[in-house]
């Protein structure tokens, strides 16, 4: 899952889980998997070259050395190694409460987090309505809202589809960029 907007675009190595859950579901394959299915969609569907990719770490600080937990030092990190020993370059593990500061974010095509909350709280405050939904490693696109279906506000005229046009903006662009 990626969700994409002109501010910043964010990949999640896992979504709708407990928070509980996720440093057990953290792993050093599904890790690589994740972040190269981000990177070829960044080259093949968006038209990136040589994406730049940023990995927040899992705890705060990105565990400061393991003061604060091992995902950083015993998945993130060696994943990392992996990954630039087969050409990918990602930076990483970062602290998430400065990696999406306008100063750091701009180094980066996307960034990736390891929990659906670390990523879509950032890109939903700078820019929610506008943000795509990308369903990433499919052989075609598919884009949708950022959003759940609100069906509190059917009929009530009280309803934005901002959100709708930037996903079909964003389909249009990625197949711009595979043909």
Do not use: W
């Amino acid at each position: 899952m990626m969700l994409a907007s002109q501010m910043v675009r964010i990949a999640l190595l896992t979504t709708h889980e407990a928070i509980q859950d996720v440093p057990s579901l953290l792993n050093q394959v599904d890790t690589i998997t994740n972040i190269r299915i981000t990177y070829q969609t960044m080259q093949q569907q968006m038209g990136i070259p040589n994406p730049r990719l940023a990995l927040c770490g899992l705890n705060p600080h990105a565990g400061e050395q393991g003061h604060f937990g091992r995902e950083e030092i015993d998945i993130l990190a060696p994943a990392l190694k992996v990954l630039a020993e087969q050409g990918i370059e990602v930076d990483g593990p970062l602290p998430a409460d400065t990696l999406f500061s306008a100063d750091m974010r701009q180094h980066y095509d996307a960034i990736v987090c390891c929990y659906h909350d670390q990523g879509l709280i950032p890109i939903k405050a700078l820019s929610f309505g506008d943000t795509v939904n990308i369903t990433l490693g499919l052989p075609f696109i598919r884009t949708s809202v950022d959003h759940g279906t609100a069906l509190n506000r059917a009929g009530t005229g009280n309803i934005s589809y901002t959100s709708l046009i930037a996903a079909i903006e964003m389909a249009q662009s990625q197949y711009r960029s595979i043909t």
